[in-house]
């Protein structure tokens, strides 16, 4: 058995249908899946917090997990655009078998000169990227222990089934198979 946790991006929720289809993949792969909403979304704010309060609220809700639910559980930490930021920068301190980045923003639409792929290169563990073809943000090159899935659409990856379909074969490569005795 394993664990999926996923943060959302900074201008939505975990209602997200690239999100969905990740949790259905993670369900459909017997996972248990997490959806994690930042502080500032359960405060009904609409701006992100600074990214180190990002990281620092993450990490405090996967802490929790593994306290409890979570306790002894390979993770999968991920999330779309903001939160596959998080996901990358955290990964290591949390201790992630992998990560999963939905959108990843490699950097701000027409900006390539703000990059922030050393973000996604600081992740040692293994790596799936699901981006948009026509992503305005980048599309990440492949890289060590990191898989780049394009599929059809832009930063919002509306298709939750080409996402659900992305994420399964991954996810059989990453976590343990669980067998029910």
């Not at 201790?95 to 050393?118: I, T």
């Not at 990856?157 to 198979?177: C, D, I, K, N, Y």
Request: some cysteine; overall charge negative; glycine content about 10%.
């Amino acid at each position: 058995m394993a664990a999926l946790v996923l943060g959302h991006g900074a201008g939505g929720g975990v209602e997200a249908p690239d999100l969905v289809g990740a949790a259905t993949a993670g369900q459909s792969a017997q996972l248990i899946v997490a959806l994690v909403e930042q502080p500032y979304r359960v405060a009904s704010r609409r701006s992100p917090a600074p990214a180190g309060q990002l990281d620092a609220a993450w990490i405090a809700v996967i802490s929790q997990l593994r306290e409890d639910l979570l306790r002894g559980l390979p993770l999968v930490a991920g999330g779309r655009s903001a939160g596959a930021r998080v996901a990358c920068r955290t990964a290591e301190e949390i201790g992630a078998a992998a990560v999963l980045c939905l959108a990843f923003p490699v950097h701000p639409p027409g900006r390539p000169e703000k990059s922030r792929l050393s973000e996604l290169d600081s992740v040692r563990v293994p790596t799936l990227v699901v981006q948009g073809e026509s992503d305005p943000f980048g599309m990440p090159p492949e890289g060590p222990n990191r898989t780049v899935v394009p599929i059809p659409g832009t930063h919002s990856l509306r298709s939750s089934a080409a996402v659900a379909e992305a994420v399964s074969g991954w996810l059989e490569t990453v976590v343990p198979v669980s067998v029910e005795p």
